[in-house]
């Protein structure tokens, strides 16, 4: 068995039960989250955190839901098809005292077709030179009605203003990437 690679970027659990913890991510397959973005992205979404069912989608290293696990989500679902973000998620995960989270090594849209659940907050972060409209559309299906989808993009990928009952509630560029909100009408 080959030996995993991780790459030590510069990620923290920034707030929460789990703050200081250090994040580990696969190596040259996703774009961690600054700690800056971060805070900025939390600061935003605070309201959405507490007692949320979490999906994390192209979790790669996990940041995104552990974060929120650390904040008071209920419960996270990663998943992402690189068995590499899988090890990162698991080795994240290690000694986190719950058992409040799931890890799916699967394709996005199959998980999305498979699952019967609802979320109350989902991240989208797919690969930056894969950023198709569908998976946001295909991810809406399974968002609550008062929940909210973070959609993060190449910033000069326009996303629509909506999306099937979704409508974009927020957008912010951060240098090479763009986050955009929606939520039902």
Do not use: W
């Amino acid at each position: 068995m080959a030996a995993t690679t991780h790459k030590k970027m510069n990620s923290t659990v920034i707030a929460g039960t789990m703050r200081g913890k250090k994040l580990i991510n696969p190596e040259k397959i996703t774009r961690p989250f600054t700690n800056r973005i971060k805070q900025s992205l939390f600061d935003l979404i605070r309201d959405f955190i507490a007692d949320a069912e979490v999906l994390d989608l192209y979790a790669g290293g996990g940041n995104f839901g552990i974060e929120a696990l650390s904040r008071g989500a209920r419960f996270a679902t990663f998943v992402d098809l690189a068995e590499e973000a899988q090890r990162c998620i698991e080795k994240n995960l290690e000694n986190y005292p719950g058992k409040n989270f799931e890890i799916f090594k699967k394709n996005v849209q199959d998980y999305i077709r498979a699952t019967d659940k609802n979320f109350d907050l989902i991240m989208l972060d797919p690969p930056f030179d894969d950023v198709r409209i569908t998976y946001v559309k295909d991810a809406s299906k399974l968002l609550n009605p008062s929940g909210l989808l973070i959609f993060r993009h190449p910033s000069d990928y326009k996303s629509p203003e909506e999306i099937y009952d979704l409508k974009r509630t927020y957008i912010e560029k951060y240098g090479k990437s763009t986050i955009s909100f929606y939520q039902n009408d």
